[in-house]
């Protein structure tokens, strides 16, 4: 599994909020919703995005816009048009006051807004990740990535236009899906920019990218940094140190956390695997190992992890 799949492999759309925004200027959208990552693209129109404390970013047909949360923004015509609405966590929508909605009106299957001529077309696609790889990549994106349309070409956003207002047995699980394929088409775009994060970066150095490529695709091996660099053909001294100039971390602290995200990921994806069973899988000798440091960083023993409500 190359870098990026395995950081992508955790974060699955399971009955993710969409909807399709038909807009008439002036119209401005406060998002307070708390949610961890979410994905606005412009279909017909322009808008502006502008994260709290940042400046606006302007949006036309065919970008692509994700923002990492929990923290609110605006999308709006205008920078400088107030709020007509705000949405809350629940797909919960109120006015500013507080008060009932009446200016965006319901429009038929997962479309509300103005009328159906408005000038602007967005669709929106909310994500409620709870696993620690998806953790891992929140960590990795910056508030808000752009990506304009003559950056990238894809079909799918046609595609999620078309199938967002159709109401078929198992549309929930299509429309799941085309998310996915959505924001993962975007985010490989992304890390494609000289910008990626080090880390990311550090795959193409070809000593750092080989011992990267082995922890995360071995996570149950032994490795220790001597092991790591007897493998790619460096001294253990040199590994360190141009493995922590080119990640940010050290070997061994970049392993243990990726082998804790993996134990967190696992233990809500395979809930008939035993602690010890997990262990085992990611690199621990036993339950007890992976307990120990699970709770350190994680604050609850494996076993709450996995019982315990999952966090949007």
């Avoid at 401005?28 to 693209?41: F, K, W, Y």
Wanted: proline share 9%; net charge negative; glycine share 8%.
């Amino acid at each position: 599994m190359d870098p990026l799949a395995a950081l992508l492999d955790g974060p699955r759309a399971h009955g993710a909020f969409l909807l399709r925004s038909v807009l008439t200027p002036p119209w401005s959208l406060r998002i307070e919703d708390g949610a961890p990552l979410t994905v606005v693209a412009v279909v017909r129109g322009d808008a502006y995005v502008v994260p709290d404390g940042g400046e606006p970013v302007p949006l036309d047909a065919g970008d692509i816009v994700i923002v990492r949360g929990p923290d609110p923004y605006l999308v709006a015509d205008d920078p400088g048009t107030p709020p007509q609405a705000l949405i809350l966590p629940g797909d919960e929508c109120r006015t500013p006051d507080g008060g009932h909605l009446t200016d965006l009106v319901d429009l038929g299957i997962r479309t509300w807004g103005h009328g159906p001529d408005g000038s602007t077309i967005m669709l929106t696609g909310t994500y409620g990740m709870d696993g620690e790889v998806s953790k891992r990549l929140l960590a990795a994106l910056p508030t808000l990535i752009v990506l304009r349309a003559d950056e990238w070409s894809s079909p799918l956003v046609p595609l999620l236009a078309t199938e967002i207002t159709r109401d078929v047995p198992g549309q929930e699980t299509v429309l799941d899906r085309l998310l996915d394929l959505l924001l993962i088409s975007a985010l490989r775009t992304w890390f494609a920019r000289p910008d990626a994060p080090a880390w990311y970066r550090a795959h193409t150095d070809p000593i750092v990218g080989q011992a990267l490529r082995l922890m995360q695709h071995q996570p149950a091996q032994p490795w220790t940094v001597a092991k790591l660099a007897a493998n790619v053909g460096i001294s253990r001294a040199a590994l360190a140190r141009r493995f922590t100039s080119a990640v940010g971390e050290a070997p061994m602290s970049y392993l243990a956390s990726w082998r804790l995200a993996l134990a967190a990921d696992r233990l809500r994806q395979h809930p008939d695997d035993t602690i010890g069973a997990v262990a085992h899988q990611v690199g621990y000798g036993s339950s007890f190992a992976l307990s120990t440091a699970f709770k350190r960083v994680y604050g609850v023993s494996p076993q709450a992890y996995r019982t315990r409500e999952p966090m949007a």
